[in-house]
């Protein structure tokens, strides 16, 4: 009898140990998926030097203002910490010309703010402090009112870009969600 007993109890152990096991398991992996499904949503960004290796960017903020609603300007800036946070990306892309030019396939140059439509970039971590000079972008997919949502756009492009030492930084953009607070309701 002892012995059944002893069983039994042994039996309840390890069922309530499963148990627990199996909610911790599934609840560590909503966690993730819910962080996967966020980023995924958010877009992605993707960077890579001439000179060393590439990051995939996180802590994504992207935002915009006017999309040419009340004048024919735009303005998107994009901050991301490299992985780690091991470097800072700045990207700042600015049409302030007459006409609505920001469009799917079109490619934009790196300058300085005196051309009508510009684009900067800028990375800064303990080994670099790039600032891109000469090179072009090129949007692949500009997207507005996301699901539904005026305040929401999607751009895609890539781009090139070299300056400090004659180094090149290449990168993807890929969905990401430009957030447009200033933008229609």
Known sequence: MYYYKLKISNMKTIKTLALFLFVLTFSCSESNDSEDVKQQEQGSISIAFTDFGGFVMENIVATISNNYEATNNISINVKADAEGASGKL???????????????????AFSDNTAPIYVTASFVNINRDFTGSTG????????????GNSKLIKISGTFNVTGTGFTTMLSTINDLILTCNSCGS
């Not at 892309?93 to 490619?107: L, P």
């Not at 072009?136 to 699901?147: P, S």
């Open 90 to 108: 700045t990207l700042t892309i600015v049409d302030n010309s007459d006409i609505e030019a920001f469009k799917t396939g079109e490619e934009y």
């Open 136 to 147: 072009k972008l090129r949007i692949t997919k500009f997207e507005e009112n996301v699901n």
